[in-house]
């Protein structure tokens, strides 16, 4: 919190209940009562819901009474306001036995008195935390090396932490320095990765989900189990130059274990508040606080710790459970992670979601609400503490609505933070927290669900959406923030202090998330699956199979025993289109019906060319094998009437399978470049239609293209151009059919002329690929294309 010269401000305290200690901080207020969320529970049922609230009021501290039944007490009086500091006592629901809380000074060392000097810490660079989980001596001569290994110094039981992690040095002048040991999801000091870097008392180093803190001559660690509170401070986000608003200086808090749901009409700014709550697009203005730590400034640390399930699932549908969690665990555990430890975290996951009976059944065979299940499963895999979801019941029935809805409900129980983007309004009640969006992108309504409607003055939630869209002049923010109900769940339930200055990443660049495997071990793993995910598909087996055989077929039918002056030109040109529609066929669906899979791989490490070569490896063998099958099914045993019997460098049949493979590799590429390109997997078979037309235009079997301007620059980018070129010199097409057409200097019998039109399937197939890796970038996470 940023102090003002001149201005008091509350000291610190430490109330003291029968449920342990709790450090208040001045920039905060701290709410008591029986729900969980309360910064102070007291499980008491003369305990209010929400019963009191202890906030700073200029030079000390004030307890309120939340209009409670039973009443807050001091000194055997009921209070409805009172000014307390140490030494106060407080009872709470009763005056004689109710829940006693005793106000203490801090100690010295930063500890509650007399709990001694481990109780309680608050580090002041990069946010609050509660007390540590363990304290330890700092070395003076040593060094402390840290990891998931049992013989480490200090040892972090994580899977996303390696074995031999990082180490932190005492150096001979009374310093430190912290040391990565080359671990695959970082190091980072005060957000920030670092390979080596000094570090000073009140720095936070990350690891993992565990943050470490130099605190006088100790070290303590503070391991995030989950249980985070998110305070959302003055989001805005415009577009168009700042004259279109999509969300208005949105605030509101969440608490650790909290169920939130996010309702509102179409265009109220619901997936926007999404992006910038997960920090995968910023706000053009504002912050969100991660249990007190700026998510923008140090998202490079924090993003490890938001899981998001987006509306479309993230699954390959014909994995089993199991095989498809398998290989997320590889991708998203350290290389060093043994086989046998990711085994057991995916058993965990499938147990935990009820998924045990289903976990060898392929994800397609599952019902809507069992698929959801297994995308949530592979986001906990890592152990999220935020969890977002958006549209998790889009399509669904009521029942599997509901279902869907408790469960989430369950992993907010288990200790984690969910909100969920929704516009079902079936399973409301289940959630601890409601945020109603109205137009133009302002806090309409934030709080418990079943005051909702009430405040709105409806009986029924189809009602209050007819209300947001027929009455657009009615100032519904302006209505809530003048409430009461503002005043108690959004302005006095704030968990941090308000920043001051606008810290939102917008503006700065951050790196891409570590990659937790190798470039090598990233395309073994991407390979594997991608080939295990084909081999799955029947369908698209079957077609595979039989295209090449069709197409063969048909070129056989037309070349006959030998290629003569009336077949030879007509079987070329099958083969070229045969070529390119096995190439193409092949690669034009594959990037866009997985772009919701690479976006979210994207964001947690996937390398963007491991993920491309993966495809180019699985796809490219499966292409030139269909090549081959195809040249030796149209051409085996036809003469081919090559002068002398001869190609230009190898027999006439191998340089023609080898053309026909490079022209059906190349368009392959083509039709990765065209998936990279198309928004909807539905527009792609009307474009490898307009493909084909394309190639059999320009490949110079029908229309003489040689010296004619413009046609026949643009015919250098057409693949089949330079195949049919290749294939012509092979059997010297101009001397079978001699004319203007075949004349083409590309057709010539030349070894230069054969080199350079294999030489420019090539280049077309390079360039292909840099295109589609530049495609890729666009549909990244925002904040990694800054």
């Not at 010539?748 to 295109?771: E, N």
Request: proline share 6%.
């Amino acid at each position: 919190m940023v102090q003002r010269p001149g201005v008091p401000t509350a000291p610190e305290l430490v109330l003291q209940t029968d449920t342990g200690s709790t450090a208040m901080s001045p920039g905060r207020t701290y709410h008591v009562g029986r729900d969980p969320l309360c910064e102070i529970c007291l499980d008491d049922a003369r305990v209010s819901w929400r019963h009191a609230i202890l906030r700073p009021d200029g030079d000390h501290w004030t307890v309120e009474d939340e209009h409670s039944t039973n009443g807050t007490w001091v000194d055997g009086h009921r209070v409805h306001e009172w000014s307390i500091g140490v030494g106060s006592e407080l009872r709470f629901g009763d005056a004689s036995d109710g829940p006693l809380a005793r106000c203490l000074g801090p100690a010295p060392n930063g500890g509650p008195a007399g709990s001694g000097p481990s109780s309680v810490s608050t580090p002041s660079l990069t946010g609050t935390f509660r007390r540590p989980t363990t304290v330890r001596p700092l070395p003076t001569r040593t060094a402390v090396r840290i990891g998931r290994a049992p013989d480490n110094d200090l040892v972090i039981d994580d899977l996303v932490v390696s074995r031999r992690h990082a180490e932190l040095h005492a150096l001979a002048d009374g310093t430190y320095e912290i040391t990565d040991l080359g671990s695959h999801n970082g190091t980072f000091l005060n957000g920030t990765r670092v390979e080596r870097a000094p570090v000073a008392e009140g720095d936070i180093v990350g690891i993992g989900h565990t943050a470490l803190c130099l605190v006088g001559d100790q070290l303590q660690e503070y391991l995030d189990t989950g249980e985070v509170s998110l305070d959302v401070q003055e989001l805005a986000v415009s577009v168009d130059r700042g004259r279109k608003t999509l969300l208005d200086h949105v605030s509101f808090p969440v608490g650790a274990k909290c169920l939130l749901a996010v309702v509102g009409p179409s265009g109220a700014g619901k997936s926007t508040l999404l992006g910038a709550l997960t920090g995968l697009r910023p706000a053009d203005h504002g912050s969100v606080l991660y249990d007190g730590r700026d998510l923008y400034r140090d998202y490079a640390e924090l993003r490890s710790r938001i899981g998001l399930v987006p509306q479309d699932d993230i699954l390959h549908a014909q994995l089993t459970v199991r095989r498809a969690l398998a290989y997320a665990a590889e991708l998203r555990f350290p290389q060093d992670t043994a086989r046998a430890e990711r085994e057991a975290r995916v058993d965990e996951v499938i147990g935990e979601l009820g998924l045990g009976q289903r976990a060898d059944q392929p994800i397609h065979s599952l019902s809507g609400g069992q698929r959801k299940r297994v995308s949530v499963a592979l986001e906990l895999l890592t152990k999220p503490s935020l969890l977002f979801l958006d549209e998790p019941t889009s399509g669904l029935d009521p029942g599997m609505d509901r279902s869907v809805m408790h469960m989430l409900r369950g992993l907010a129980d288990d200790g984690r933070t969910v909100i969920v983007v929704t516009h079902s309004v079936l399973s409301l009640d289940v959630c601890d927290r409601l945020l109603v969006l109205a137009p133009g992108g302002r806090i309409a309504w934030f709080g418990p669900p079943e005051e909702a409607l009430g405040f709105f003055g409806f009986a029924e939630w189809p009602e209050a959406f007819e209300a947001f869209e027929n009455q657009q002049g009615r100032d519904w923010a302006g209505e809530y923030s003048t409430s009461p109900q503002h005043r108690t769940y959004v302005r006095n339930a704030a968990r941090q202090p308000r920043l001051d200055e606008d810290r939102s990443a917008a503006a700065g660049f951050v790196a891409p998330p570590p990659k937790a495997q190798s470039w090598g071990s990233q395309l073994s793993t991407l390979v594997r699956r991608y080939a295990a995910a084909l081999s799955a598909d029947r369908t698209f087996l079957a077609i595979m199979i039989a295209l090449p055989f069709v197409m063969g077929a048909m070129t056989r039918a037309l070349a006959g025993s030998s290629l003569t002056k009336e077949t030879a030109i007509n079987a070329l040109l099958i083969l070229c289109v045969g070529g390119v529609l096995t190439g193409a066929a092949n690669g034009v669906r594959e990037l866009v019906k997985e772009r919701v899979i690479y976006q979210r791989e994207r964001a947690v490490g996937l390398s963007r060319s491991a993920y491309l070569m993966s495809k180019v490896v699985v796809l490219g063998a499966i292409t030139v094998a269909q090549a081959v099958v195809m040249t030796l099914v149209g051409l085996y045993g036809v003469k081919t009437n090559a002068p002398g019997g001869k190609g230009v460098f190898l027999p006439p049949l191998v340089e023609i399978t080898l053309a026909v493979a490079l022209l059906s590799f190349t368009a392959m590429m083509l039709g990765l470049l065209v998936s990279a390109l198309v928004r909807k997997e539905e527009v792609t078979m009307p474009l490898l239609v307009l493909l084909a037309i394309v190639q059999v235009v320009f490949c110079g079997a029908l229309l003489q293209l040689n010296g004619v301007p413009v046609i026949e620059q643009l015919a250098w980018l057409v693949p089949s151009r330079w195949a049919l070129a290749a294939m012509a010199g092979t059997i010297d097409l101009g001397a079978i059919i001699p004319g203007k057409l075949t004349g083409d200097p590309l057709f010539a019998h030349r070894a230069g002329v054969w080199l350079l039109d294999l030489g420019m399937l090539v280049a077309l197939s390079v360039l292909f690929g840099v295109l589609v890796l530049r495609l890729l970038r666009r549909h990244e996470p925002a904040i990694m294309r800054k």
